[in-house]
């Protein structure tokens, strides 16, 4: 499945005021699915030393019930695609709704330890299929004059629906009186911190029914005329819907498949362009970020801090998230993706150092001492202001216009792939370095965020004011 990358014909993209509002509409009722995507992913935050008090659990069988719902986004990313072509966009969120609230249902009440894991894994196929459905289907409604800012509403809904999940976790927890295992409506507090999801879950569901099927499926599977009256409702009456239906069908077929064999070659197995988009995705995630939204209340905790306040710290994170994301959004196509990426990078490397550096300190009283836990704290604010500003979208933009043309789909696919492996990779193993080090776990994260300085300097070209066709 890809979205419409034809330049539009007269009349096309111009959408009227009264039309770029529907538009808006529908652009944000599929971002629910973003949304959904943030508040699922970073959600467990709020029950990580609950889940392993109330099963009294290790370090490294937590891990694997945190990281496993990424074996879930993994299967869901990859088949998304292939569903949304056979059943349309509009079924594929209806499906995902459904599972997003099945999972929330279910986690919320467990029955033990193994149905939870299965719960977190119908959530993550939900994640999955959300990351791909979404900015399809925006790119495949919107008018050409106003694809590029409609489809960054899908990032803005992540980093909204992350900060979201912190906001609600830290106002559950001091409804329980500041304990993760306090009772709540009935419930553990932790589990009704996993049950709020079913609300934008069936929001997400409801809005799914209000806007309409894309105009690229409805047309691939013939039904003209219904194609013809969605274009009207986005890009306004005065368009030769007959010339547009054309360009879509000419689009489609020009398309080229590629497939996993166009990818070998060279002397090591994927040809050089292939590993830059794997080497990108690893060092976006092995410098640690998701230890940020998965694991910081837990982290905050293993230092002194106490755990209301801990829950506040995620918040106050994610909102530094969201402020990173809106500089990239902005100054992202002024400077370039590769300026970016590289203060991104040197930015990193100073907050994770600050960090690894505050938490070699012995603690005492069971505290970091004053210093070293202000510095750890702001420390780790900047680290996630500097990865959202660049790392954190600069990597997305990269990946979708770094490859041929003819690469393009099956090379994307691999290094997205690459990408929820090495999240896992990093998810699955902080508890277990965090107890054997932590000031040593954040050393390794900074070693990768400067690795990334040469990587990007020597490997990686910029794509700015380029020409898809140029790539190659």
């Known amino acids: 499945m890809a979205s419409t990358s034809q330049a539009p014909s007269p009349g ?35 029950g990580v030393e609950a889940i392993r008090d109330r099963y009294d659990v290790g370090s490294a069988v937590l891990a694997q019930v945190v990281a496993i719902a990424l074996i879930g986004c993994a299967i869901g990313a990859a ?17 995902a709704a459904v599972l997003f609230t099945v999972s929330a249902v279910g986690s919320a009440l467990p029955f033990a330890l193994w149905d939870l894991a299965m719960w977190r894994v119908i959530g993550g196929f939900a994640i999955g299929m959300a990351s791909v459905i979404g900015p399809a289907y925006i790119a495949e409604v919107s008018p050409p004059a ?14 909204i629906g992350i900060a979201v999940s912190q906001l609600v976790n830290w106002g559950l927890l001091n409804a329980a009186g500041g304990d993760q295992r306090g009772e709540l409506m009935g419930l553990e507090a932790w589990q009704v911190m996993l049950g709020v999801m ?44 007959d010339a547009r239906v054309t360009e879509i069908e000419h689009a489609m077929h020009s398309e080229e498949k590629s497939s996993f064999k166009d990818l070998m070659g060279g002397s090591f197995f994927f040809k050089p362009i292939v590993w830059i988009g794997i080497g990108l995705s690893v060092f976006q995630q092995f410098v640690g970020i998701n230890v940020a939204f998965y694991y910081s209340s837990t982290l ?73 836990g202000w510095v750890a704290l702001i420390a780790a604010h900047l680290f996630v202001l500097f990865f959202a500003l660049s790392w954190g979208v600069v990597v997305w933009v990269f990946l979708g216009e770094m490859f041929p ?22 998810t699955a193993s902080f508890p277990s370095l965090a107890d054997w080090n932590l000031s040593g776990t954040y050393v390794i994260y900074t070693i990768f965020a400067a690795l990334s300085i040469p990587f990007v300097l020597k490997f990686v070209k910029e794509t700015k004011g380029k020409a898809l066709e140029e790539m190659g």
């Open 405 to 426: 043309n003819r690469l393009r789909a099956a090379a994307l696919g691999v290094a997205a792939s690459a990408q929820w492996i090495a999240n896992w990779a990093i």
């Open 146 to 159: 106003y694809r590029g800012r409609l489809g960054s509403f899908q990032q803005a809904a992540i980093v």
């Open 198 to 241: 079913v609300v934008p879950a069936v929001l997400y569901g409801l809005l799914s029914f209000a806007i309409p099927e894309s105009p690229r499926f409805l047309i691939s599977v013939g039904k003209h005329e219904r194609a013809k009256e969605i274009l009207a409702e986005v890009e306004g009456k005065d368009v030769d819907f």
């Open 300 to 372: 905050w905790q293993s230092v002194g801090v106490d755990p209301t306040d801990s829950f506040f710290y995620s918040f106050t994170t994610s909102i530094i998230n969201i402020v990173g994301t809106v500089i990239a959004m902005i100054f992202g196509a002024r400077i370039g993706r590769k300026p970016l990426a590289l203060i991104g990078s040197v930015g990193m490397v100073i907050g994770l150092a600050l960090e690894a550096w505050a938490f070699s300190f012995d603690l005492v009283d069971g505290k970091l001492p004053a210093t070293q």
């Open 12 to 46: 096309a993209g111009t959408a009227h005021p009264d039309h770029l509002g529907h538009v808006i509409f529908i652009a944000a009722a599929a971002a629910m699915g973003g949304f959904l995507f943030g508040y699922d992913s970073s959600v467990i935050n709020g």
């Open 79 to 95: 088949t998304a695609g292939r569903i949304a072509d056979r059943i349309g966009r509009i079924r594929c969120m209806q499906i």
